[in-house]
């Protein structure tokens, strides 16, 4: 007879996406031959028709077709797209690209990064396995093993039974990590609640702006003139901003949520589209001249590297206020509504260095500190920041001073530590597994030997300046079990990971407490 503790220790936690998945019927899987490989990005298996674009993804979705999304690359503007494919394959992007992220959010199949497609968006046409796929063909992706296949292969439901709960239960009595999600729609924090999450360690705020009836107002920020034009905008953000918030904290019931403050470059936000472009210069009283050059303007030649996270409240402190009011009225109105007591956690990205975070605090505190004092209500806040630059890891002993708590953005530390683009690297990292230069895509498996160096010198250093405060991990690898037992390891609080990877957390959580029981 095993004991509950052996049980927990015995089982893998790979095995768990396959409970929580769609697979493909085993029988017909045997004898189908993959017509092409690439990135296993997000677990699961879908069969539907190809469809070249977002929005013909919605129509065909509507006529109840099931489709799979094949694209370049997606960008925010495609999620809803997304949302209604089965699956999504695209030709370009690791395993924390957009498209990568965002399906495993959504518990979707994806395969990524298959550079064997030779695509062409425009005439809706790729080539793959010496054939030429046009829109309305079948395919079967395998998000698991990243197969692409011709033809429909039957799916099977993902079924839970009443031992994974019993399982559940167990690891949770052993494992010391907490486990959070990264979630920014109340379905998905809904679902990582149901599957055991005790709160949001990452809502990225930037997803809820490309909802349709938002992307005109931000749109019309980014092409202000002055302060009062962009606040003017803004202030059309803020109710629906505030709107979101009020869902996930209630979604969320009385969990802890952080909320991290507007992060990529502003020209993912500008339109592409002709007709979009002409729309934004008559509400702008622009030209369309005017307009373009504006966005021209934006064009960065490495914009990773660019004008995103902080960098953007530092030059429009403006939006760091919107956000902060939306966030702190939302927690004011939830915890009235359901009787608990929310203390809201405001997270600012891309910090590298201590002055640039306190600026933007003292925006956040000076703002927050206001709408507490006009609702005349008692309310504790706490804002911390992302360690994803080197530089703010190596500097962690003055980065404490002024943040609350340290949430360790492993995609960007990962891809800043290595120096190489978390979405083109997958372009020649299979040439460094070939030659046993690499094991494993640093961007799924922890690199324990750099980036944990430095994850662990500055939870050293943050241990010896402020004890008291809470540590955690928010990119990918926060679901990966041996980036797990790496955090559990180093001391750290929490990890976070997307919904459908939760279970996998608290097993893999478990597991390291276990095996590293003094
Ligand atoms: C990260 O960089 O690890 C992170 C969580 O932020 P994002 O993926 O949104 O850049
Ligand atoms: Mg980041």
Redesign the pocket.
Known sequence: MRTEKEAVAMIDPRNLDTLLHPGFDPKALKEAEPVGRALGASPGAACGKIVFSAEDAEEWAKRKEKVILVRLETSPEDIVGMKASQGILTGRGGR?SHAA?VARGMGKCCVSGCTEMVMDEENKTFKLGGKEYHEGDIISIDGTTGNIYDGAIPTVEASVSGDFGRIMAWADKYRKLKVRTNADTPTDAAKAKELGAEGIW?C?TEHMFFEPDRIGAIREMICSDTVEEREAALNKLEPMQQGDFEKLYEAMDGYNVTIRFL?PPLHEFVPTEEKDIEELAKTKGKSVEEIKAIISSLHEFNPMMGHRGCRLAVTYPEIAKMQTRAVIKAAIAVSKKIGKNIEPEIMIPLVGEVKELKYVKDVVCATADEVIAEAGVEMKYHVGT?I?IPRAALTADEIAKEAEFFSF?????TQMTFGFSRDDAGKFLSAYYDKKIYENDPFQKLDQVGVGKLIKMAAEMWRATRPDIHLGI??EHGGDPTTIEFCHKVGLDYVSCSPYRVPVARLAAAQAAIKNEK
């Open positions: 924390t992220v990452l990225r992060d992302m994803e953005g492993t995609n960007d530390l928010c990119g």
